[in-house]
């Protein structure tokens, strides 16, 4: 039968039968997989999260995060120049807090002279171009490592909860960050948060929302890194991070926090949710963001010391996976591998 015969029969979305089709025809060529590639990684999609902390000249090593590091900030304005210089267009900045001014309350977070105000304020004074992003949750400063205000049975207050980080969003944006990213898991904290930036005039300063966060075990090198893990002990954060067995209730959390004024939203962790990430952005048609995090990025690092993987290969295939489910940027510890190697092509 001469070839396509039935071709005009079957319907659009039945591909056609071999030896009509042969997919491999253009997978055979470099040029024709370039040509057809539908989902495609840049340097615009980055966001490169750091860890800071106080001090002179302080570098400490993470061991469960190989190549990341804690810098004091006269280390960390380099980093902000590589970003600049490779165009990574973000860096998310994670505080490590000394541990004498963790309390219960967390109050250092609220403090305009604290380490993230600082740090922004010299950032942004040195490298204005450069996207500073800052996290908002309790968890680097409370003695307890909860993001939120604990009450006597050891619950998460919600309310009271939201205040304190109503005021801690509105010290970041005064000290002149561009994002804010609520990583809280607390109800209405985009709402409240969103209020307070208006009022206070800050009606640039944008919200990426940790919309759907989930109680996540990758989560632990992260909290080796800020140093909250041995703070947290045997605890979870089960009662506000969104239960690994759930997805319709990830489009719930991210519609509250698009009507609360969120103006991009985030799935968290990464690579094993890439599901919420393809239906929150097929039914929100936002700015979708997914975090590839801390535990994402030792395991990838492990198996690649052990020579199990090929690091620069997962690395980007990993990275183009989250632009194939629907995701317009990635956090990721790889923003600047990865940028070096789109540069070198
Ligand atoms: C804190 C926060 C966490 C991460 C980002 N912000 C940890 C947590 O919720 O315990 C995790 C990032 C990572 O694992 O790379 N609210």
């Not at 089960?238 to 319709?248: A, H, I, L, R, T």
């Not at 996976?321 to 923003?335: E, H, N, P, Q």
């Amino acid at each position: 039968p001469a070839l396509g015969c039935c071709y005009r029969t079957v319907p659009l979305r039945t591909p056609p039968a071999f030896p009509a089709a042969r997919p491999r025809r253009l997978r055979r060529d470099e040029f024709t997989r370039r040509l057809v590639r539908e989902a495609s990684l840049s340097v615009d999609d980055l966001i490169y999260p750091v860890f800071v902390l106080d001090g002179q000249k302080v570098a400490q090593d993470v061991p469960s995060m190989p190549g990341v590091r804690r810098l004091s900030l006269d280390l960390l304005l380099p980093v902000a120049e590589q970003c600049l210089e490779l165009g990574v267009p973000v860096m998310a900045l994670f505080p490590a807090i000394d541990p004498a001014l963790k309390t219960d309350d967390g109050r250092e977070a609220c403090n305009p002279d604290g380490l993230v105000p600082r740090v922004v304020r010299a950032l942004k004074e040195r490298f204005p171009e450069l996207g500073v992003l800052t996290d908002v949750a309790l968890d680097p400063y409370t003695t307890h490592g909860q993001d939120g205000l604990v009450d006597a049975t050891g619950y998460i207050l919600n309310d009271e909860t939201v205040e304190v980080l109503v005021k801690q969003a509105l010290v970041q944006a005064e000290a002149g960050v561009d994002i804010v990213a609520p990583s809280d898991m607390m109800d209405g904290r985009i709402g409240a948060i969103r209020q307070a930036l208006e009022a206070g005039g800050h009606i640039h300063t944008r919200i990426m929302a940790y919309s759907a966060k989930y109680a996540s075990a990758f989560y632990g090198p992260f909290r080796d890194a800020v140093g909250s893990r041995s703070n947290l002990g045997r605890s979870n954060k089960k009662v506000y991070q969104m239960d690994p067995g759930n997805s319709d209730e990830a489009l719930r959390e991210v519609a509250m926090d698009i009507a609360e004024g969120a103006d991009m939203v985030m799935v968290k962790p990464g690579l094993p949710y890439l599901d919420i990430v393809r239906r929150v952005k097929d039914e929100f048609r936002v700015p979708t963001f997914a975090y590839q995090v801390s535990g994402e990025y030792a395991m990838l690092k492990a198996a690649a010391a052990n020579g199990w993987l090929d690091h620069d290969a997962v690395m980007m295939e990993s990275l183009l996976a989250f632009k194939r489910a629907g995701a317009d940027g990635v956090l990721t510890y790889f923003a600047l591998e990865a940028a070096r190697l789109l540069r070198r092509g």
